[in-house]
T-cell receptor, first 111, second 111 residues
Framework: DAGVIQSPRHEVTEMGQEVTLRCKPI?????LFWYRQTMMRGLELLIY????????DSGMPEDRFSAKMPNASFSTLKIQPSEPRDSAVYFC?????????FGEGSWLTVV | QKEVEQNSGPLSVPEGAIASLNCTYS??????FFWYRQYSGKSPELIMF????GDKEDGRFTAQLNKASQYVSLLIRDSQPSDSATYLC???????????FGTGTSLTVIP
C-alpha cells in the first residue's frame, strides 16, 4: 500500500445502526475514491472527490449512503440506516495521475 | 457504471508456464487501462498501466492493448506460486478520472 489509512478495519453492526467509515488519504494526491467490493459485483465505484469536491456520486446506491471530504486529509462514508446487503469491503483510494493507491479496506458486516 | 468484463476463472497454470488474462470493455472513450493484483484479504495493488495500442513489457509482465477490439490482456511469463492472486482489469476515460474495474480473474500457479 502507499499510506492510505482506513478505519475501522473490521466492523460488525446490527441492521438499522449508523456506520461511519473513515479515510486518511496520502498527502499530495488530488483524487479520493470510495469503492465497495463484494464477491458478486466486484469493485464498484461509489463516489470520488477532486480537491475535496465531490465529482461523481452516481455510484452511491441510495440515500442511505453519504460521503464527505471536509479537508484534504480526511473523508468519511456514512451508511444510515445500515442493512445486511451493505455487508462488503469498503476501500478508500487516493490518486493523482494514472493510478489509485488503496487503503487496506474496512470489512463491514451488518447482521 | 462502465462495463468491464473478465473471465472469473479460476485459471490454473503450472509453475514456469505463461498465464494469460483477458479483459474487454464497452466504453470506446476509455483511454487508460490498468492491471491490479489482489491477494486474498488484501487491497488491490497496481501492476501495470497501458495507454497505447500494442504491447508494454515490465519484467515478467506484458500488457497488450487493442482499442479497435476493445480488448486488453496481461501475460505473466515464468509464473510463480507467488503470482497466485486475483487480477483486476480497470479502465479510465482520462488520467485522474474515475476507474472502473472488472470482477477479476482468480489465478492459481501450481508448484
Amino acid at each position: 500500500d502507499a499510506g492510505v489509512i482506513q478505519s475501522p478495519r473490521h466492523e460488525v453492526t446490527e441492521m438499522g445502526q449508523e456506520v461511519t467509515l473513515r479515510c486518511k488519504p496520502i498527502s499530495g494526491h488530488d483524487y479520493l475514491f470510495w469503492y465497495r467490493q463484494t464477491m458478486m459485483r466486484g469493485l464498484e465505484l461509489l463516489i470520488y472527490f477532486n480537491n475535496n469536491v465531490p465529482i461523481d456520486d452516481s455510484g452511491m446506491p441510495e440515500d442511505r449512503f453519504s460521503a464527505k471530504m471536509p479537508n484534504a486529509s480526511f473523508s468519511t462514508l456514512k451508511i444510515q440506516p445500515s442493512e445486511p446487503r451493505d455487508s462488503a469491503v469498503y476501500f478508500c483510494g487516493a490518486g493523482s495521475g494514472n493510478t489509485i493507491y488503496f487503503g487496506e479496506g474496512s470489512w463491514l458486516t451488518v447482521v | 457504471q462502465k462495463e468491464v468484463e473478465q473471465n472469473s476463472g479460476p485459471l490454473s497454470v503450472p509453475e514456469g508456464a505463461i498465464a494469460s488474462l483477458n479483459c474487454t470493455y464497452s466504453d470506446r472513450g476509455s483511454q487508460s487501462f490498468f492491471w491490479y493484483r489482489q491477494y486474498s484479504g488484501k487491497s488491490p495493488e497496481l501492476i501495470m498501466f497501458i495507454y497505447s495500442n500494442g504491447d508494454k513489457e515490465d519484467g515478467r509482465f506484458t500488457a497488450q492493448l487493442n482499442k479497435a477490439s476493445q480488448y486488453v490482456s496481461l501475460l505473466i511469463r515464468d509464473s510463480q506460486p507467488s503470482d497466485s492472486a486475483t487480477y483486476l482489469c480497470a479502465v479510465s476515460q482520462s488520467t485522474g478520472n474515475q476507474f472502473y474495474f472488472g470482477t477479476g480473474t482468480s489465478l492459481t500457479v501450481i508448484p
